[in-house]
């Protein structure tokens, strides 16, 4: 039973650049959810997708953008990259129904930003 | 005001002994809350879900406190497996948008 799968694991850009990350969720569920976490702070909410579409938003700007596909894997894609923008970037999985539930995450995609 | 507080430590503890970790969420309608454990450049996996009546899973036992808004996490018998970094997470909103606190710190020496 597959858990989280996320990619790639580690990426380099420059500012101003555009960057698409990847995840599928754990087997069974329908709910993808991505947070950005600095170094040294806890994960922040960005976005979360359920029938292909953004349910809930974060306090995150519109260069942040995703999108979920009919299998339920999701992209993150981040528009003009800044500095700021370096961070792991976490897909958690959750089923839409079982709210209050826990979710599962994948192993992230570290951005460094140059 | 953070939505979730967390003391950031560091804990510097011996093995064997206890230590107890507390967390203040701003939201009183939140919904659920969990303990979720990260060690350094891992993601966060689940630790325990807390729950009103109070929960225990083996050395950890984890409080909630709706009153006053407070959960706390005890880990009894510490061994040093259990150093990493403890993230306090409430779901606040309807939906299932987990909110962090910053994490705690454990490191637990020999």
């Known amino acids: 039973d597959a858990g989280v799968t996320q990619s790639p694991t580690h990426l380099i850009k420059t500012r101003g650049q555009q960057v698409t990350l990847r995840c599928s969720p754990k087997?069974?569920?329908?709910?993808v959810s991505w947070y950005q976490q600095a170094l040294g702070q806890g994960p922040q909410f960005i976005f979360q997708y359920y029938e292909e579409e953004e349910r809930q938003r974060g306090n995150f700007p519109d260069r942040f953008s995703g999108h979920q596909f009919p299998n339920y894997s999701s992209e993150l894609n981040v528009n003009a990259l800044l500095l700021g923008d370096s961070a792991l970037y976490l897909c958690?999985?959750?089923?839409?129904?079982?709210?209050?539930?826990?979710?599962?995450f994948g192993d992230g995609t570290r951005l460094s930003i140059l | 005001r953070k939505e979730v507080e967390q003391d950031p430590g560091p804990f510097n503890v011996p093995e064997g002994a206890t230590v107890a970790f507390n967390c203040t969420y701003s939201?009183?309608?939140?919904?659920?809350f969990f303990w979720y454990r990260q060690d350094c450049r891992k993601e966060p996996k689940l630790l325990m879900s807390v729950y009103s009546s109070g929960n225990e899973d083996g050395r950890f036992t984890a409080q909630l406190n709706r009153a006053s808004q407070y959960i706390s996490l005890l880990i009894r018998d510490s061994k040093l497996s259990d150093s990493a970094t403890y993230l306090c997470v409430v779901n606040m909103r309807a939906g299932n948008m987990l909110t962090f606190g910053g994490g705690t710190r454990l490191m637990v020496k020999p």
């Open positions: 087997s069974g569920h329908d709910t």
């Open positions: 939201n009183s309608a939140s919904q659920s």
């Open positions: 958690a999985s959750s089923l839409w129904t079982g709210v209050g539930q826990p979710q599962h």
